[in-house]
């Protein structure tokens, strides 16, 4: 009983104790934070201004902060870049006001004039509460140490050193506060795409029941190449407008932007219209880009020269190279034909392979996978005629080999039909079931299935 009474008293005593620890370090904590905001020049977070306003050289540009996010209101009114207004608020409120930061207490005109602050020609106002109650900082020039600046709140006298990025921030262009966005969508959010170059248009989509399956849809049907999708879709919403040219233009032919040429189209899944389109006019030598619009709005700006090679001339482009769209786990068939025998051979409940014709036997696993790793590896290198056209000239009438490959819950092989060389020896014809196309690829394709399946 003794030991449990004093075993209790030393619970009551740590407890007592890490109270105190607790206490004593939130204390400190608290003291840290208060001469912290005691020594800075703006007595506020960045998070509490609700304007910020830049005069250089007569020129003004006004920011606002929105539930949305921070919008430019003057001289134009448009949508800010909200990482680059927080940044420069960040860098500003970072000023201090304790001795090591004050210059001078009481400058002469002779003093001003060496801290550029005679004429000075950059402030910075920013306000705060609902009251919008401004606090305006009045930049100097640099200091010869190049890491701080030198700058006066307006009403007190005081010339304080800050830090020279706060100067460089105050000291940004319009271009560098505005939203340099051209799409907002995300890609993989995009249903449809439309493309129209020189007057060709291609337009591919992504049926609801197949997903990640794109398709072109005009001026051919077949199978798109999702990546390549994705990344024009994704280069146009991660780039950023090169320069604003012209917020009202009066004359679009004056940018190639009448009669439209060239138009990107994407849609978010459930738009019936065009979520965003983008249109591009002509090329600008000098500054080494394309003048563009958006569909939806006025203003003229300019994007980067390569963003326009992304935009295929033609359908073939955007089309799939694989030959066969399998997942390996799920194989559980594989037949091969040729003209005068068979082999099957098939993944037995235990996942064993066992062969089932021309006799029943063991196979190796590893050969089936190096196998569907190898098949699923090839490319088309060209697309020779859509559907059963011309089989026989390509040797595809009587193939040479003709290659099923079944998966589990599918109700229909994957087909794939080998036939003669091209006359170019450059490689040997294909019909792939998943195109339903006669196709070229290279002629290793032939050696890989005869080495898997004797």
Known sequence: MKYFKKTFLWIIILAALAGYFYLDVETTKKKEIEKEEATRLLPFKPSEVLELELKKDGNLILLQRWEDGWRIEKPIKAKADNKAVEKALDYITQSKNDAEYVMDENPTQERLAEFGLINPQLEVTLRVGKTLKPYTLIFGERAPTKGVAFAILKGSPKVYRVLADARAEAD???????????????????????????????????????????????????????????????????????????????????????????????????????????????????????????????????????????????????????????????????????????????????????????????FDFNVVKDFLQRIGGFKIKEFISEGHEGLKTYGLDSPAIKLLIWEEGNKTPHELNIGSISSKGDGIYVWTGEQDTVVLIDEKIKGVVKESFI
């Open 172 to 362: 940004q262009s319009l271009y560098y506060f505005r939203d340099k966005t051209i799409f907002r969508t995300e890609p993989n959010m995009v249903d449809k795409v439309e493309i129209v170059k020189d007057n060709k248009k291609i337009k591919c989509e992504l049926p609801m029941e197949e997903k990640g399956k794109w398709e072109i849809v005009s001026p051919v049907k077949a199978r798109a190449d999702m990546i390549k999708i994705i990344e024009i879709v994704s280069k146009f919403k991660d780039s950023e407008i090169k320069e604003f040219i012209d917020e009202e233009p009066k004359d679009l032919k004056a940018y190639g932007l009448y009669p439209v040429k060239t138009k990107l189209s994407i849609w978010l899944s459930g738009d019936e219209t065009p979520t965003e389109t983008i249109f591009i006019g002509d090329r600008d030598k000098k500054k080494r880009g394309y003048f563009a619009k958006l569909e939806k709005k006025d203003n003229i700006f300019l994007i980067e020269e390569n963003m326009i090679d992304l935009l295929p001339d033609d359908a073939e482009v955007l089309r799939e190279r694989s030959i066969l769209f399998f997942e390996e786990e799920k194989v559980n068939k594989i037949e091969v034909k040729y003209p005068d025998r068979e082999m099957v051979v098939a993944k037995t409940p235990d996942f064993e392979w066992k062969v089932i014709k021309p006799r029943e036997a063991d």
